[in-house]
């Protein structure tokens, strides 16, 4: 599956491909043996559309792709981890590319360069954002967090200030607004998101996107993994010491 969702070939899905890939990840079993037209259906899209998102895969076609799905599925039965274990286990496939190291790199540099780090997030985000701040500071890299959404930014914002937004629907009002009152003063963000296309990764200076099945009970719960967070925090605070 490395091969056919590789990070490569996600950097460069639209947000109707990306909305497809996600349908497939949480629907493997039943994907497998859908036709194009009712894999079209399922994501209220055109088989073109479903035909290009093959071809950035690096499939021939249709047939093609699903024939891979079908492998992948087999040696899903080879493997003891459940399907959540799996995707997590996906994801750190993808990260071992020159892509995913270049990305890697071009963060830590903006970390480096700024004086001061705030972690912004709100929730489980928020939750995380406190960690992230501990953990960069215990690699020497001083930094703080916050979680209120009316948190007052003093006028001497104006140095080197770098925010990292932490949030997975990246459509978090008080993200949102907090980004936008740091942005006035000059600030720059890196944002940390399960969506390249969400509102807080457009708003940053740069995003670093995991692209995982968003798992929500209601509107307020999102059970989505965090796994990936922990992951990119870590390493980020690594390379900077």
Request: aromatic share 10%; net charge neutral; with cysteine.
């Amino acid at each position: 599956m490395d091969d056919l969702f590789s990070y490569e070939h996600i950097q460069r899905f639209s947000e109707t491909e990306l909305a497809i890939y996600k349908y497939i990840i949480a629907n493997k079993e039943k994907a497998a043996y859908l036709t194009i037209r009712d894999l079209a259906r399922e994501n209220y899209v055109s088989t073109a559309t479903v035909l290009r998102f093959c071809e950035k895969t690096g499939c021939s076609g249709y047939s093609e792709f699903k024939e891979k799905i079908r492998r992948m599925l087999g040696e899903k039965l080879l493997t003891p981890p459940g399907g959540d274990v799996e995707e997590i286990l996906q994801y750190f496939k993808r990260t071992c590319t020159g892509a995913f190291e270049e990305m890697i790199e071009k963060a830590v540099a903006m970390i480096r360069r700024s004086e001061r780090v705030y972690f912004v997030g709100m929730g489980a985000s928020g939750t995380l954002g406190a960690y992230g701040a501990r953990y960069f500071s215990n690699f020497g890299k001083f930094s703080s967090s916050i979680e209120d959404p009316y948190y007052p930014l003093l006028r001497d914002m104006q140095g080197n200030v770098l925010v990292i937004a932490l949030s997975v629907s990246g459509e978090s009002r008080p993200v949102i607004d907090l980004l936008r009152n740091f942005q006035s003063h000059n600030c720059k963000v890196l944002s940390i998101t399960n969506n390249s296309g969400s509102t807080v990764a457009r708003m940053a200076d740069m995003n670093i996107s995991y692209h995982l099945a968003e798992k929500k009970t209601d509107p307020y719960c999102n059970l989505t993994t965090q796994v990936p967070v922990i992951f990119l925090i870590e390493i980020l605070a690594r390379r900077i010491s």
